[in-house]
């Protein structure tokens, strides 16, 4: 299994399913992981570096997972591929731009990545579609089990899991959701969102770009605290309690958009169909603010039952049975990746200038919509 | 890698920017990415943390005592204002070497917490997975009270006097 592979294909954490996926694009739960008797990542020798690549290279492959699973060395890898990997959340930026012997290890369906030498010696994700904390809670529990039947990890009886940050340390774990919110800049709450966030000790970035003020709508949100809280309560308090309420938080904002201000909701989504079904050129920023209008409309249909004009229409696109609602916002979730620049370049099959990457993108979300070429 | 702005501290915020197409990375550290309004909050860094401590008082040595200060690990060399400065420590052996001193970051890092109370690995000895589970008894228990769940607090209270009898007193508080 190579590379090639998955670039053309889709993880399950696309999907679109699962629950509360209207506003809640994935989950993911991170475990750092370090060796004990060797020094973190930053004070390693390449030679050191090396070895522990080696051992946990085997190790990762050859745990007993259902799923098929490749190694991709990342520092011989191309930029293109690092770039393609950053952009379909298989490996961290900090990964792709790091220094000497380092490698993922990712698996078919990309439910699982390990990788290796990032900041700690190992960092092990899990990534589902919708909100799904806790089944991704298990199964990286599960994986965490059998790695460490091979390998000692580094553990203090007082402070846990020991880490190259000490922010990590404890259980070293970070479980976070990509959120779709649109609608809550739309009636200007977003402030107060993220001030409740940062109460509840929640770290809020935008997936692209600009801060608060994120593209396409999209945020990651994460826990800050990892030591003094057990792995189970952050799960469950996350899939419980936060993202159901942040989730309503926006579901209410959509609700009274529809009600007070359809022609703002709709005249949205009217152009950003209209704009997308004719462009011939369409830079990644703007296809991610078209599309998150898209996606709104979707998924008010689907969740809400909403029926606007301009819903209407854009439903009408992907056929008018109501179940064809899920697949369309896998369609768009899809979009919202396939159109970033490596992803564009890497299913190309070769490098392209920015005008290239525009006409290819205007290109492929034509088709998408039904419009041919 | 250095911010970009300051080129100074460490950059600790990654961010691609993609305007007309063009695609562009910026790397910034925590305070330059707040001054340019970039970062609503992202990961407290740890050299935050560290400020935070540092501010009233000038320097590591009066903060921690000269033994800290000049302390290092026998292992990696790791020394505190190594924290301060790269933002990691060094090795493992650093938590025990740095103990002390590490409660007190991890403290501010962790909404006071610096006692694991998580998962433990099943190599690990008896003894230290029994420490565990006692301090995540005495968390439930605080927490219990709090709610004011006092049945529930009971039982918690017996299941820790039951668990510090097996433990004889040699555990930590
Ligand atoms: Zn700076
Ligand atoms: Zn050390």
Known sequence: MKLTDISGTFGQWLSGTGPLAEVVLSSRIRLARNLAGHRFVNRCTSEEKAQILETLREVLLSIELTEERFFVEIDQASDLTRSFLVERHLISRHHAMGKGPRGAVIAKGEYFTGMINEEDHLRLQVLMSGCQLGRCAELINQIDDMIERRVEYAFHPRFGYLTACPTNVGTGIRVSVMLHLPCLKMVGHLDRFLNAARDMNLAVRGLFGEGTEAIGDLYQVSNQVTLGVSEQDLVRQSEQNIIPEIVEYENAARRKLLADQQETIDDKIARATALLQSAQLVSSHEALTLLSHLRLGISMRRCLGASTPAIDRLCGLFGHDPCKDTKAIEVLNRLLLTTLPAHLQLNYGKALETYQRDALRAKIIRAALGGGS | ?173
């Open chain 2, 1 to 173: 890698m250095h911010c970009q702005i300051c080129k100074k501290n460490a950059a600790t915020i990654h961010l691609t920017e993609i305007s007309e197409g063009h695609r562009t990375e910026l790397h910034l550290c925590e305070s330059c990415a707040i001054q340019q309004g970039i970062a609503a909050k992202t990961h407290i860094s740890v050299k935050d943390l560290l400020a935070g401590l540092l501010a009233s008082q000038p320097s590591e040595e009066e903060l921690f005592g000269p033994e800290v200060a000049d302390k290092a690990c026998p292992v990696c060399g790791f020394r505190i204002t190594s924290l301060n400065k790269e933002g990691l420590m060094g090795c493992p052996h650093d938590y025990e070497v740095f103990e002390d001193v590490l409660v007190l970051i991890l403290e501010r890092a962790h909404d006071g917490k610096s006692r694991h109370i998580g998962k433990v690995p099943s190599r690990a000895g008896q003894g230290t997975k029994r420490a565990l589970e006692l301090a995540r008894l005495k968390e439930q228990l605080k927490a219990a009270v709090r709610d004011e769940q006092y049945e529930l607090a009971a039982r918690l209270r017996d299941q820790i006097q039951q668990l510090e009898g097996k433990c004889q007193g040699g555990m930590p508080s």
